[in-house]
């Protein structure tokens, strides 16, 4: 039966002489930090030294006399808004030039620099996204009062974009659409559209009527504004291109007393011959009431 050696007896076998550690009694610890001491984090902590007190920096006493302190903002300050550079004179003159020559450069050879022609016209109503026959480009050549249709000379061009405040061609087009808004809403601005655009509908400026196609092209476009008014003039206009009407042309004061008649007499039946109305609109009535559906 085979029992086991201790180690000294084992290395004595071997021959050699055995070491022995001397006896270690052992430390008991009478407290729980005691023991928490042998911890290895324990062990860490003692290796550190200690941490030295927070010296405190004395107080500021202001001197005798002197104001308290400021208290002093650690936020960044803002930074000030750069005012918008605004167009002076001279910049918007030469911008209007400059949309001027543009578009009378589109123009032919003769008047080239001088107006904008009827191709310049259509290049500008291209750019304000109109047809060149809308009632919009009426309206522009009100605003800009010009004299002779199919052209705008330098000064009516200059002294209408001044008039409205305008550089751009899209400033153009927001002012434009308020103009007409204005004459859709107001009468009296209708009535001094609506006289505008007799004379704009002359050959020429000296002339004292207009062509009778013209007038009924214009009539048809300008009655747009208001829905009332567009059967009747419808029917004025079919009463002045009878092939066998004597009507050439048609005069002011027959321009004008058509808008008064449009007021004044909603049905054939309530007008009377004997009323300042011009003897055209007579045979205007004398005919609606076989033919026309307005009785």
């Keep these: 039966m085979r029992t086991a050696s201790k180690p000294g007896a084992a290395a004595a076998a071997r021959g050699g002489a055995a070491y022995s550690l001397p006896a270690v009694a052992p430390v008991r610890s009478s407290t729980r930090h005691a023991a928490a001491a042998t911890t290895p984090?324990?062990?860490?902590?003692?290796?550190?030294?200690?941490?030295?007190?927070?010296?405190?920096?004395?107080?500021?006493?202001?001197?005798?006399?002197?104001?308290?302190?400021?208290?002093?903002?650690?936020?960044?300050?803002?930074?000030?808004?750069?005012?918008?550079?605004r167009t002076t004179e001279d910049e918007r003159k030469e911008r209007v030039a400059a949309l001027f020559s543009r578009y009378a450069a589109a123009g032919t050879v003769e008047q080239s620099g001088e107006v904008i022609g009827v191709e310049g016209i259509m290049a500008?109503?291209?750019?304000?996204?109109?047809?060149?026959?809308?009632?919009?480009?009426?309206?522009?050549?009100?605003?800009?009062d010009v004299a002779v249709m199919g052209e705008i000379t330098n000064a009516e061009f200059t002294a209408g974009m001044k008039k409205l405040r305008c550089v751009t061609v899209k400033e153009l087009r927001a002012s434009l659409d308020k103009a007409l808004q204005s004459v859709q809403e107001s009468p009296d601005v209708f009535r001094k559209f609506y006289g505008f655009v007799f004379d704009f509908g002359k050959e020429t400026p000296e002339a004292k009527v207009i062509d009778v196609t013209i007038a009924c092209s214009l009539l048809q476009l300008v009655m747009e504004l208001h829905p009332?008014?567009?059967?009747r003039t419808n029917l004025?206009?079919?009463?002045?291109?009878?092939?066998?009407?004597?009507?050439?042309?048609?005069?002011?004061?027959?321009?004008?007393?058509?808008?008064?008649?449009?007021?004044?007499?909603?049905?054939m039946s309530e007008y009377d011959a004997a009323s300042s109305f011009p003897l055209l609109f007579d045979d205007f009535v004398d005919w609606a009431k076989t033919h026309g559906t307005i009785q």
Excluded at 47 to 75: I, N
Excluded at 130 to 137: F, G, T
Excluded at 236 to 265: G, H, R, Y
């Design 41 to 85: 984090q324990a062990a860490t902590a003692a290796k550190k030294p200690a941490a030295k007190p927070v010296q405190k920096l004395p107080a500021l006493k202001a001197k005798p006399g002197s104001s308290p302190p400021q208290r002093v903002s650690t936020v960044a300050p803002r930074a000030a808004a750069v005012p918008l550079r």
């Design 124 to 144: 500008l109503a291209g750019d304000l996204r109109v047809d060149p026959n809308a009632l919009l480009m009426l309206v522009m050549a009100w605003q800009f």
């Design 228 to 231: 009332e008014y567009v059967e």
């Design 236 to 267: 004025f206009i079919m009463f002045l291109s009878l092939p066998d009407s004597t009507c050439k042309a048609l005069n002011k004061d027959q321009w004008q007393c058509w808008l008064v008649f449009l007021a004044e007499v909603r049905k």
